[in-house]
């Protein structure tokens, strides 16, 4: 029998206070990691929903709403690997008072036992960060695609992702923006997670007066010194 990933839970160790450590300054100082600004997502809403989009169509936004605009992101490598260990979008250069789990309706943090985290399953090894509108767009891209090709339809990744992954000469890129409608703003950053399949949970950092300062998936835990 297959994995089922509807548990909305399963049990890693504790990171928060690492993720502390590691995300409250403005800028990372590790040297474990190598970090890349990405760009700019475009929130259209400022309901985030973060998942692997492959394999999770209707994934829910988290609880928590974010600001509504155009907002960087990074992307830190562990260096040994050269693999994605973390995925940040920063809402402002406010200090970051605390730091909690990122949760999604009906996920109450208090209901987690022992070392468990709520997050998202990878099975195809990419995740993403989107507004959930954007999500809207790129199920209608799916279903447009896929009454336009009808047996011809390769699926999502071969038609829309994929060409997204490779540069001009061919190299393959391990993150990338995509814009599922280009009538609307709104855009999909996706990457590689880690090491690949797994289920990885997210972590806000909030300022003084409990607003929303930056969000954090975390795919490889790197310890900070």
Not at 144 to 158: N, P, S, T
């Amino acid at each position: 029998h297959p994995t089922s990933f509807h548990q909305t839970s399963i049990i890693i160790m504790s990171h928060l206070e690492n993720i502390s450590k590691l995300f409250s300054k403005n800028f990372v100082e590790n040297p474990m990691l190598e970090t890349f600004e990405a760009g700019k997502i475009h929130l259209p809403s400022g309901k985030l929903v973060a998942c692997d989009p492959l394999i999770t169509h209707d994934m829910k936004e988290f609880v928590i709403h974010f600001p509504v605009g155009d907002f960087p992101v990074f992307v830190h490598k562990e260096r040994d690997s050269n693999c994605i260990a973390y995925v940040e979008i920063v809402f402002s250069n406010e200090h970051v008072d605390s730091f909690k789990m990122a949760t999604t309706e009906g996920q109450h943090i208090e209901d987690l036992q022992g070392e468990e985290v709520f997050g998202y399953p990878v099975e195809s090894g990419m995740g993403c960060f989107m507004d959930a509108e954007t999500q809207d767009s790129l199920n209608h891209l799916e279903n447009r695609l896929f009454h336009r090709k009808g047996a011809d339809f390769m699926g999502i990744y071969e038609e829309f992702f994929h060409g997204h992954f490779f540069d001009e000469n061919g190299a393959i890129d391990q993150f990338a923006f995509l814009k599922p409608d280009e009538e609307k703003p709104g855009n999909i950053f996706a990457f590689e997670t880690g090491y690949g399949e797994g289920f990885y949970a997210s972590y806000i950092g909030f300022g003084a007066e409990n607003q929303p300062v930056k969000i954090i998936t975390e795919f490889i835990e790197i310890k900070s010194e």
